[in-house]
């Protein structure tokens, strides 16, 4: 099946910094992709996707371009804000109908 | 519109009890369901799946069990619990017939063992 590798964290950034979270991906094909968010104590919620090669998601001034030549799908956002304080987890479709998650990369960001 | 209901958001159980952790979907039918646990500072854990009523998979041999009594239903139970079954379990649906396997999370329960 699929499998998805994320940048390690934590990050720590300043309010207005900009944001990378890496993220790759190894597939048969070309699946959509997706990038989750996990506030605090919360479950997680769908950032953006993209659903095919080149597409370009985007979403609260976060976006991640789906690059077939380097198998990336990037997150970046060009100005962070304390309110993004999360952890952000990339995935592709894996097996049998299921979702394969990377690792998860904690984001703070400090007033 | 869609929307998951997961309950209880917190419990507090001791070592050897029973559990039992509901899940419910509203607005769509046979949906993909599954378990996730997430232990503190790791990743997801897919712990069960089902793609229709009675029909579980599971993906890591342990102390759980799953059940789909409805088909909206998703139940997981444990009948003695472990120190090491602490975690954040959180349920997760998908449209049966979907190609991409996007998948929409519940608020997931809290569960500490003493």
């Known amino acids: 099946g699929n499998s998805v590798t994320q940048m390690e964290g934590p990050v720590t950034l300043s309010e207005e910094a900009f944001l990378t979270i890496n993220c790759t991906y190894t597939?048969?094909?070309?699946?959509?992709l997706f990038w989750y968010v996990q506030y605090p104590g919360e479950g997680l919620q769908l950032l953006l996707k993209?659903?095919?090669?080149?597409d370009k998601g985007s979403n609260k001034g976060f976006e991640a371009t789906y690059r077939k030549e380097t198998t990336s799908f990037h997150l970046e956002k060009g100005s962070v804000q304390v309110s993004d304080s999360a952890v952000y987890f990339c995935?592709?479709?894996?097996?049998?109908?299921?979702?394969?998650f990377g690792s998860g990369t904690q984001l703070t960001v400090l007033p | 519109s869609q929307t998951i209901h997961q309950w209880p958001a917190t419990l507090v159980q001791p070592v050897g009890s029973p559990l039992s952790l509901e899940c419910t979907v509203e607005g769509t039918s046979n949906p993909n369901l599954y378990w996730y646990r997430q232990a503190a500072g790791r990743g997801l854990q897919l712990l069960f799946y089902s793609v229709g009523i009675g029909q579980i998979s599971s993906e890591v041999p342990q102390n759980l069990s799953a059940s789909r009594p409805q088909d909206r239903q998703f139940i997981l139970s444990s009948k003695k619990l472990l120190l090491s079954d602490s975690g954040f379990y959180l349920c997760?649906?998908?449209?049966?017939?979907?190609?991409?396997?996007?998948?929409?999370f519940g608020p997931g329960t809290r569960l500490t063992v003493l």
């Open positions: 995935a592709a479709p894996g097996s049998a109908r299921q979702l394969t």
């Open positions: 597939a048969t094909g070309y699946p959509s």
């Open positions: 993209a659903t095919k090669a080149d």
């Open positions: 997760a649906w998908a449209q049966g017939q979907t190609r991409n396997n996007e998948q929409f």
